[in-house]
């Protein structure tokens, strides 16, 4: 396989390239443009045909760059030296046709969020032929690849929006393996996805790139999945290999102290005592609610999706209740409706006592400031161009409640509380780390004192030790403010050790209700089995 535009090797070339490594980096130096420090710093690694490695480490520490790299993705004016070949050629010094070529016949990615990544306006039968009839290859073999991530041909016409998340992912999938790629890179691939069908995606995956003889580089954050998917695993740090060996090396016999943190960070979050719940007022009642999508059928037989189908609960000052379930069990179409952001077709939301439903106008605007919400994706929903101070005072000046000058002093008060320096004030978003960002989110929250914080899946996006961190900061403010905390998340070891009491989902209506830890233990309702038995856990030591 070549992609230089040179004449194509003879056999005895194509033998030797064959038990050549996939992928070889050697003092691979990487610096983004207007930083004076490298995202890569002499950073060596290989990868043969078959192996499956897995790629880990805290956030920022390159990862997602290395991908960037081999791809030929990395950002106009960056500086980029050592070694970089995929399949004996260097993506770094392709013209554009070889690049494009490579990308696709070489190496094929699965990125973490697909409906970003999918075009809107065109079918997903239609994705599926452009890709192969821009490589040459039998644009009828579509519906072959769909069937093959189990997607049946009737859904050759719909549209990204028509999918759920686990789908549009098994489109991602099938759009990277369509050409049979030597190496697939997988960059955070079940992030947004619940454990169940995380599970399923990844052994999609890791099946077809083993029929095809393909490598795999996972990148996550999880090493529980990187355990148990993949044969290797490399711990980066800084831009660095801090550590390489098999899985079950790396997960039993951590050797580095970086490495030893992120295991204890993950052990922790497989499940940990329930803390006691308060004796407090109630300040959150929902009583029947009711959430449904209309689908089409006929003006007088419409369809409906029952997203959230009559759900009631109650919710008291300072205890974390949290919302699990499979993805398109209703989890945050619940906290959607609960900010106005859903239309509710029945029932009662009792906030401190006042039906939200009954309220308009200013007595809503200020009911609602007694809500708030954090949102998985900090840097999807905090402003790219305003700064962090801004981001933070901006909800007091929307709701009238204070000046500029005093609305930026209670700003930093807030961010200070949230574990941030004053040096960061002024910074974008994107100058900040994930878990930054994220406290920024949870900061601008915080400012106009709710009685009630939503977090939907607000740290399944962060590293196991930055997640410890965020989760151990919710409690202290929890503890300080007496804010309760509804915290929606796909995984029920991390609700578990976190939440007062948790909740099962399934269909839009509740199925189970008790002790996190009593649920992992002996789960009564199928999804909770299900959902129990789909987590992956750490090896456990001898």
Same mark, same amino acid.
């Given at each position: 396989?070549?992609?230089?535009?040179?004449?194509?090797?003879?056999?005895?070339?194509?033998?030797?390239?064959?038990?050549?490594?996939?992928?070889?980096?050697?003092?691979?130096?990487?610096?983004?443009?207007?930083?004076?420090?490298?995202?890569?710093?002499?950073?060596?690694?290989?990868?043969?045909?078959?192996?499956?490695?897995?790629?880990?480490?805290?956030?920022?520490?390159?990862?997602?760059?290395?991908?960037?790299?081999?791809?030929?993705?990395?950002? $106009?004016?960056?500086?980029?030296?050592?070694?970089?070949?995929?399949?004996?050629?260097?993506?770094?010094? &392709?013209?554009?046709?070889?690049?494009?070529?490579?990308?696709?016949?070489?190496?094929?990615? *699965?990125?973490?969020?697909?409906?970003?990544? =999918?075009?809107?306006?065109?079918?997903?039968?239609?994705?599926?032929?452009?890709?192969?009839?821009?490589?040459?290859?039998?644009?009828?073999?579509?519906?072959?690849?769909?069937?093959?991530?189990?997607?049946?041909?009737?859904?050759?016409?719909?549209?990204?929006?028509?999918?759920?998340?686990?789908?549009?992912?098994?489109?991602?999938?099938?759009?990277?393996?369509? &050409?049979?790629?030597?190496?697939?890179?997988?960059? $955070?691939?079940?992030?947004?996805?619940?454990?169940?069908?995380?599970?399923?995606?990844?052994?999609?995956?890791?099946?077809?790139?083993?029929?095809? !003889?393909?490598?795999?580089?996972?990148?996550?954050?999880?090493?529980?999945?990187?355990?148990?998917?993949?044969?290797?695993?490399?711990?980066?740090?800084?831009?660095?290999?801090?550590?390489?060996?098999?899985?079950?090396?790396? @997960?039993?016999?951590?050797?580095?102290? @970086?490495?030893?943190?992120?295991? /204890?960070?993950?052990?922790?979050? $497989?499940?940990?005592?329930?803390?006691?719940?308060?004796?407090?007022? *109630?300040?959150?009642?929902?009583?029947? &609610?009711?959430?449904?999508?209309?689908?089409?059928?006929?003006?007088?037989?419409?369809?409906? @999706?029952?997203?959230?189908?009559?759900?009631? =609960?109650?919710?008291?000052?300072?205890?974390?209740?949290?919302? %699990?379930?499979?993805?398109?069990?209703?989890?945050?179409?619940?906290?959607?409706?609960?900010? !106005?952001?859903?239309?509710?077709? !029945?029932?009662?939301?009792? =906030?401190?006592?006042?039906?939200?439903?009954?309220?308009?106008?200013?007595?809503?605007?200020?009911?609602?400031?007694?809500?708030?919400?954090?949102?998985?994706?900090?840097? /999807?929903?905090?402003?790219?161009?305003?700064?962090?101070?801004?981001?933070?005072?901006?909800?007091? =000046?929307?709701?009238?409640?204070?000046?500029?000058?005093?609305?930026?002093? #209670?700003?930093?008060?807030?961010?200070?509380? *949230?574990? @941030?320096?004053?040096?960061?004030?002024?910074?974008?978003?994107?100058?900040?780390?994930?878990? #930054?960002?994220?406290?920024?989110?949870?900061?601008?929250?915080? *400012?106009?004192?709710?009685?009630?914080?939503?977090?939907?899946?607000?740290?399944?996006?962060?590293?196991?030790?930055?997640?410890?961190?965020?989760?151990?900061?919710?409690?202290?403010?929890?503890?300080? &403010?007496?804010?309760?905390?509804?915290?929606?998340?796909?995984?029920?070891?991390? /609700?578990?050790?976190?939440?007062?009491?948790?909740? %099962?989902?399934?269909?839009?209506?509740?199925?189970?209700?008790?002790?996190?830890?009593?649920?992992?233990?002996?789960?009564?309702?199928?999804?909770?089995?299900?959902?129990?038995?789909?987590?992956?856990?750490?090896?456990?030591?001898?």
């Amino acid at each position: 396989m070549v992609f230089s535009g040179e004449q194509n090797p003879n056999r005895g070339q194509q033998l030797a390239m064959k038990s050549a490594p996939v992928l070889q980096l050697e003092d691979l130096v990487v610096a983004y443009p207007g930083s004076a420090d490298p995202t890569l710093d002499g950073l060596t690694l290989s990868l043969q045909r078959g192996e499956r490695l897995a790629l880990v480490g805290p956030s920022g520490c390159g990862k997602s760059t290395v991908a960037r790299a081999v791809l030929g993705l990395l950002p $106009e004016g960056s500086r980029s030296q050592g070694r970089l070949e995929l399949m004996g050629s260097d993506p770094r010094r &392709l013209r554009r046709g070889a690049l494009n070529r490579l990308r696709g016949e070489a190496v094929g990615l *699965v990125f973490q969020d697909p409906m970003t990544r =999918l075009n809107p306006l065109i079918s997903i039968g239609d994705h599926l032929r452009d890709t192969l009839s821009a490589h040459g290859a039998q644009a009828a073999r579509a519906e072959e690849l769909l069937q093959r991530v189990g997607i049946g041909p009737e859904r050759m016409n719909s549209y990204p929006h028509q999918f759920s998340g686990g789908m549009r992912q098994r489109v991602a999938i099938a759009l990277a393996m369509a &050409l049979q790629p030597p190496l697939v890179i997988a960059d $955070e691939p079940t992030t947004s996805l619940d454990v169940a069908v995380a599970g399923q995606v990844m052994a999609e995956l890791t099946a077809l790139c083993q029929e095809a !003889g393909s490598a795999l580089l996972l990148i996550t954050h999880d090493l529980a999945m990187a355990g148990r998917w993949c044969q290797r695993m490399a711990v980066m740090q800084d831009g660095r290999l801090l550590e390489e060996a098999s899985a079950s090396e790396v @997960l039993l016999q951590p050797q580095q102290p @970086l490495t030893q943190r992120l295991v /204890a960070a993950a052990r922790q979050r $497989e499940g940990g005592a329930t803390p006691q719940a308060p004796a407090t007022p *109630v300040v959150l009642e929902l009583h029947q &609610l009711r959430c449904w999508h209309r689908l089409g059928g006929w003006p007088w037989q419409p369809q409906w @999706l029952r997203s959230v189908d009559g759900i009631s =609960l109650r919710l008291h000052a300072g205890e974390t209740l949290g919302i %699990v379930g499979p993805s398109g069990c209703g989890k945050s179409t619940l906290c959607r409706a609960l900010m !106005g952001l859903n239309p509710v077709r !029945g029932g009662e939301v009792m =906030l401190q006592g006042r039906d939200l439903r009954r309220l308009q106008g200013q007595d809503l605007r200020q009911a609602r400031q007694r809500l708030q919400m954090v949102f998985q994706d900090p840097l /999807a929903c905090l402003n790219p161009a305003m700064t962090v101070i801004d981001a933070v005072a901006d909800p007091l =000046l929307i709701h009238g409640l204070a000046s500029q000058s005093q609305a930026r002093e #209670q700003a930093r008060t807030v961010l200070a509380s *949230v574990g @941030l320096d004053a040096s960061l004030a002024q910074r974008l978003p994107r100058q900040l780390s994930g878990g #930054q960002q994220q406290r920024v989110a949870i900061a601008r929250a915080l *400012v106009l004192q709710p009685a009630v914080l939503l977090c939907d899946e607000s740290v399944s996006m962060l590293d196991a030790e930055v997640q410890a961190e965020v989760l151990q900061l919710l409690r202290q403010l929890q503890q300080q &403010l007496g804010v309760a905390i509804l915290f929606v998340t796909h995984d029920l070891g991390v /609700a578990s050790g976190f939440c007062h009491r948790v909740v %099962v989902l399934d269909q839009g209506r509740i199925v189970e209700e008790g002790p996190g830890d009593v649920m992992l233990k002996a789960p009564a309702a199928a999804i909770t089995r299900e959902l129990v038995e789909a987590c992956p856990r750490l090896p456990q030591p001898r």
